[in-house]
């Protein structure tokens, strides 16, 4: 709560530690995080904006809709993310994990266009394959780390990923405009509340928040690109 | 007279403590870790002070049935890297301390989260012999992607010690390294101890 309360101060202090940061590059920044300084000041740039507008929308969705509701929405978005797994699987070669994703998506289409997830009560798993993976499969590096004010933590890689999802739709072929954002509105208030838990935990866990979810970010992604099994991490020096 | 029941009694129960010993301190590391989070999330789920959202009493359930499961010096000392022989004795005890208190805090805020889910566990891949195994466990989420929850213990004198924790991919030990290293070299290891001091001395958020 605290931390929110002055906003206009806190965003001002973010711009000059942007302007500051870019004018000199003060840290000496890690191979990983090249740009830090930037990344540091769009995280507090997202702190604020999260913190006074992003979270209170999604506590209030929380709030206000029924759960068998947002449970409704979650699933369709989901249905709609397991058809790109699905297509993330077959890029890779991994036929069975594509099988499951694209099974899903087909069983679901019974319940109600994904509103009800029949797949998941017949226990077919929910794949997690996306562009990112794909690349990073293919051999593509990372690149520089990168942190989004509204997105959050990415790289280069996955970044590129996300857009091309993006891209891809389908929400994007939805010919009327206002229901393509309001789609795309629901979409994102709908992920912060699925992660309200989540951040209260980062503040509680980390002694730097924005360190703390830089390498839990990279670690999660190399795990994902391995499937579960990363080759072990070299110490750094 | 009075006293001799009471006294066989009491050697009984000793004796047999004794005797149950042996057979804690050989128990399989799945065994052990399906037994302590079997009972931890036994506990969170039917204890009404835990249900309440009793921030002491979920301390209290991690102090007594969690914690001596875990190597906390071992822990810190993988978290600081080699920044750990820089630091005193004196200094390496501190900061056990603190990042035990850290923990113990991180985790009873995500204990009081947590919703019925379930656990599996996955059968142990070790040599009989070995003594650093990995034990992965599962957690499902009807619609979600399952999250792997995999321990890394040590066999001590005292039985399996678990000195690591890989949530998803994300191993604790390893994201503090990053943490704890950029205290150090900003501000050598006092500053970490006191970060960690300062932190931990705030109160609990009291809500999210």
Redesign the interface.
Known sequence: MSAHRFPLRRLHAALLVASLALAGCAAAPSKDDPFEPMNRAMFEVNDVVDGNVVKPIAELYVQAVPKLVRTGFTNVFNNIDDFFSGINGLLQGKTEKAGNDFGRVIVNMWGLGGLIDIASDLGIPKGNEDFGQTFGYWGIPQGPYLFVPLWGPTTVRDGTGTLIRVWYGPVGYLPYVPVRNIIYGIGAVDLRAQALGTTSLIDQASLDPYTFVRRAYLQKRLYDVYDGSPPPEKEEE | MMVFPKLLRASAVFVLAIAALPSLAQEAPDVMVKRVAGDVLQTVRTDPKVQAGDQQRIREVIETKLLPHFDFERMTALAM??NWAKATPEQQKVLVDQFRT?LV??YS??LS?YRDQTMEYKPLRADPAATDVIVRTEVIR?????V?IDYSLTKTAAGWKAYDVIV????LV??Y????N??IKSGGVDGLIK??TD?NSKG??AK?
């Open positions: 890297g080699r850290l805090r991180t805020g995500a989260q009807s619609g979600q992607v399952p792997q998803g991919g994300v191993s390893t994201n390294r990053d943490e704890f950029e205290q970060t960690l932190k609990v958020p999210s």
